[in-house]
T-cell receptor, first 110, second 114 residues
Framework: KNEVEQSPQNLTAQEGEFITINCSYS?????LHWLQQHPGGGIVSLFM???GKKKHGRLIATINIQEKHSSLHITASHPRDSAVYIC????????????FGKGTKLTVNP | KAGVTQTPRYLIKTRGQQVTLSCSPI?????VSWYQQTPGQGLQFLFE???????NKGNFPGRFSGRQFSNSRSEMNVSTLELGDSALYLC?????????????FGSGTQLSVL
């Protein structure tokens, strides 16, 4: 079992829909990152969370440390939101390496 | 401020050759980490350098190595290339202590091994 599990793997939505992507992890962490990757490879960091909730524009990220779960929400989705969204956790103690989920491919149709 | 710069953008090599990839972090960032991304395995951590010292290393064979220079620029080297090394190699610079960090990724080097 992977240390970081994302769902769904693929998601297709219509423009304007509310979108939720989930991330569950099984290790102790010091931080969780939500990343966005567009075709061509470049990755942009959207959020870093260690507790609670963060909001940036139409994006909202939440984390529940006790339940080892995080969600990324996109309100009023737009075709430009089409990308792969990746959850990554900073493992606590030891190597403190980043461990990644497999990503969620989001397609927003006009 | 310039972003994280990776060179070259694309690279084609043959099995058995070696390759060196370069990463220049954002000015002032002292931490550089490297990642391999493949369709099958996704993103995997290779290693992290901070102030010229390797801090962490992922589960990759010894053919994968790296170093960091005094100006924080980093290189990674893969020797005796195998077909399975074909991947997008990404580097990231980090600012802030672990747990409250911010990450900045380069555009990656797409390596094809023939």
């Amino acid at each position: 079992k992977n240390e970081v599990e994302q769902s769904p793997q693929n998601l297709t939505a219509q423009e304007g829909e509310f979108i939720t992507i989930n991330c569950s992890y099984s290790v102790g962490i010091s931080a969780l990152h939500w990343l966005q990757q567009h075709p061509g490879g470049g990755i942009v960091s959207l959020f870093m969370l260690s507790s609670g909730k963060k909001k940036h524009g139409r994006l909202i990220a939440t984390i529940n440390i006790q339940e080892k779960h995080s969600s990324l929400h996109i309100t009023a989705s737009h075709p430009r939101d089409s990308a792969v969204y990746i959850c990554a956790v900073r493992v606590q103690g030891g190597s403190e390496k980043l461990v990644f989920g497999k990503g969620t491919k989001l397609t927003v149709n006009p | 401020k310039a972003g994280v710069t990776q060179t070259p953008r694309y690279l084609i090599k043959t099995r058995g050759q070696q390759v060196t990839l370069s990463c220049s972090p954002i000015s002032g960032h002292r931490s550089v980490s490297w990642y391999q991304q493949t369709p099958g395995q996704g993103l995997q951590f290779l290693f992290e350098y901070f102030s010229e010292t390797q801090r962490n290393k992922g589960n990759f064979p010894g053919r994968f190595s790296g170093r960091q220079f005094s100006n924080s620029r980093s290189e990674m080297n893969v020797s005796t290339l195998e077909l399975g090394d074909s991947a997008l190699y990404l580097c990231a610079s980090r600012v802030g202590p672990l747990g409250v960090e911010k990450l900045f990724f380069g555009s990656g080097t797409q390596l094809s091994v023939l």
